[in-house]
């Protein structure tokens, strides 16, 4: 059995490792384009900021390593350069010598990866302007860095694009984002993002979202960047991270299926159109694992399970993956977003019917000191309760929460499940009713028909004359510091006794700071023979539409 | 409809303010002996070290805001004395003015709580002798804490001991801990405790395991603790934490069933033997959410779920309590210990078959600082691989690892899907291969047969004439620091090379650091013709069977 693997990191360096425990007997090639195997590509953004100090640190394992403990043959600066499918053979090119010479394989595994887009703009290959890939960028990203750069440029928001601004800003040096989408983080939902938006203005990032850079030329300042608002930015850094494409180009060649995205076709063992070859990692397509569909998502985790279940394949077990649900997270300075599942935009976009709650719960008991806010964002099939979705942003403990309903979204839990979780609780880890058992109830509720709500963005999104009666049950103190426009502010205490200011005849929204009293307030309503609904996640929600200081609310102050 | 609930804490309230959001015409009326209700129980030891600072911080609520907001009649310093089921009417005290009363309900929902035991021991109505319950005990240990206290004594490891004591060496108190048992926390297996042991010896507590006080006298230095073992301490306060028993006279003198164990015996819809009555949180037994048995488990979490349940159902709502799986956790120092579902000696008692694997990874990317290590034990069930319980000691990130645990248990996953979990990464929130996929990993294949283990315990428990020849995989440096005894040294990275120097006719019983290299010299050997397993955890789970400086070990150094 002779396996031969293309691409040295995280999928293949996972196979290779997992073909040898599972056979002493095999021939296992490992070949790499680059000089390194398995290095730490989500480390990179770090070591450019000085928060990751050894180099060395990144370098996971090395070929020597490989095959001193795996007896694998890597072969390091050596590019693949065609597949022989008919007769079983990889072509070859050694990059040092040039040599070129066929290797045989009985299966081939391909994880080529994905390489960073470098979007055919007029200049985009003049000195300063890079992509984030690989140690090699690194290292002339961080050659520049050192000392001489006052101010960068990052095009592109996404997770890279803001671990790179993040890690600029804390060395001192003045930071552009330009961003194509009106949002950073491009999968989440626009609101969600919010407070990453916040956090890097008040860190002092310079953020033109909507826009995009259209075209590169060079001043005396340094490289100009042209952007399509007509402004321009001078700069002497500019990095791209506006996305990656599959390296697909050995498997088309090969005449192996590729989808629409580019994403090498495979089934759910890794393989090919041709059950000899597997692909792994960020240059497939998988299988949505909520909806069934299409997707690809070049994400860590599943590459490494993927090379895993590969190698697994090719040697006679029968593994098989499960697809992606797409789990993600970024920290900026203070602020962890994450997600799991699907997003409401993807939601409505494929016509799935859901329903999304907002909860701001702290991460552990408030009596208990350093207790930070958090935002969940719950998605789920109201139907059935099927938890579809979930967005976390939000200090400490929004990790914890995001694998929880990771674990609810891959169990098929619902949010009556949400509502019953029996997680860890002390003081200083958690409360006694944990924000996943808080979102859990507002969704619960909901469907049970006991908490009807509305989301703010459909809210917002409703013509001002088809508006609810909007009651704020707020303190007036609270009402006075910031409330939605056109909100009448009766307390959620003396609303008992205020039911006659309330209309009759119309429908009530409620809200509050966070939703909790506006849920009170809904249930006293309804109670009493009004047609009420609370707007989820109350004021706190309204503002991650609608940040301070600006649209609707600026007005108010 | 005239809802009467009987204790304000926890369970009580949450089941009163539940009560009214779902019913705006229920009469509902709280009684509570103590005069505060819904304090912070669980804050109690942390207000004590000064951690929480503010006595009025532990009020989640009053009284006065329970009646503005929720319409609830609140009657605290008020002891409920008798039930009349016949005539359904509650015998009343108002523990100020002595005055009794009757007041008649509908339903009546029981949240009594559980008492601190306080043995039946000579001397122990002693002054500075405590137990800590209610915000009153606390205010009286934080008066004689206030300066004067040089030294302390803890009676009981449980998981309020060890905050206890936590608490009073931060206070800089001398604190020395009594507990009956050999191990702190009796509901962990024994070496999972060594963490917590170990950072309390580090700290500078005296500690006491296997010993208890059997008598109190007084001497001018203060209290004098007599132990069992002979010897006495001197201390000017000691705090009992030796357990709880459930405040069950008011259901026992109503006729109402109770457990062996002194719980209220309710249904899954909380109901006691009378439909009409309730009962919620530490008062009563529930059922053992995996296995469906009998249980009686304290905690927060479990009471408040309890109570809204308890509302509901009262309220005419079909809800059901899913049972308890006792996921509880608690912070010493830098360790946290977690635990959820069974234990391996719970599981040993009750005659369940199960494996247990050991993995011990960091919280997030070594390559990224600040890593921190942990150790989970997870048990399963090695015919379908269904998680049974997870144990989590560490640092950082032991609280997300075993709350994904317990969402897993609530799921009825299997190590399989452990594997398979797509959780958060990014450098500094987890790995490619989370802590979670790596127990899973090890034991999948564990169950698949790739990956024969033995735990560290049954090892330790073999006859040592019985012991397969045993391999350490590690370096010799490693090795010379310290080894498992009767251990030969081969490198896994030699081992091919040199498999003429292990033994054909007997078992091979590898061993590393953790784990992974043990499992790759396992591999090499099983697919050699040997047969071999790999001690699960390694060394490391050596050492917390057997600590540094005891026991077998101690001969080597």
Redesign the interface.
Known sequence: MKLIIVGGV?GGASAAARA??????AEIILFERGPDVSF?N??LP?YLGG???ERS??L?TTPDKLK????IDVRVRTSVEKIDRANKLVYVRDLATNREYTESYDKLILSPGAAPLRPNLPGIDLPGIYTLRNLQDTDHIKASLNGKIKNAVVIGGG?IGL?LIENFLKLGIETSLVEYNDQVLPPFDKEMTTPIVEVLQRRGANLLLGDAAESFTTSSQGIVVHLKSGRKLVTQLAVLGVGVRPENKLAIDAGLEVGKRGGIHVNAHMQTTDPDIYAVGDAVETTD?LFGGVTQIP???????QGRIAADHALGKETRY?G????????VFEI?A?M?GASEKWLRQNNRSFRAVYVHPANH?S???GAEQMTIKLLFDPDNGRVLGGQVVGGSGA??R???L???I????TVF?L????????????S???PI?MAGFVAANWIRG?HPQMGMGEWLALPETDRPFLLDVRTPTEFEAGHLPGATNIP??DL?KRLEEIPKDKEIATYCQVGQRG??AL??LM??GFRAMNLSGGYKAYRLFVPEGKGESAKLK
């Open positions: 995280a040898r425990r599972m056979s002493e007997q730490a989500c480390g770090y928060e990751i100090k640190k990144l996971v001193a403990r795996f007896e997770f671990e694992f994400l860590a985790g599943p590459a490494n399970r499960r992606t649900q797409g789990t993600a997270i970024v920290g962890t994450a799991t008991a009596y208990y000191p990790d914890k995001t694998d929880v990771a674990m609810a891959q169990a098929g839990m499940d509502e019953e979780a029996e997680l860890a609780y002390a003081p200083a880890y958690g006694a009713k944990d058992n006991d959620v205490d008992r849920y009170i249930r006293i109670q009493s």
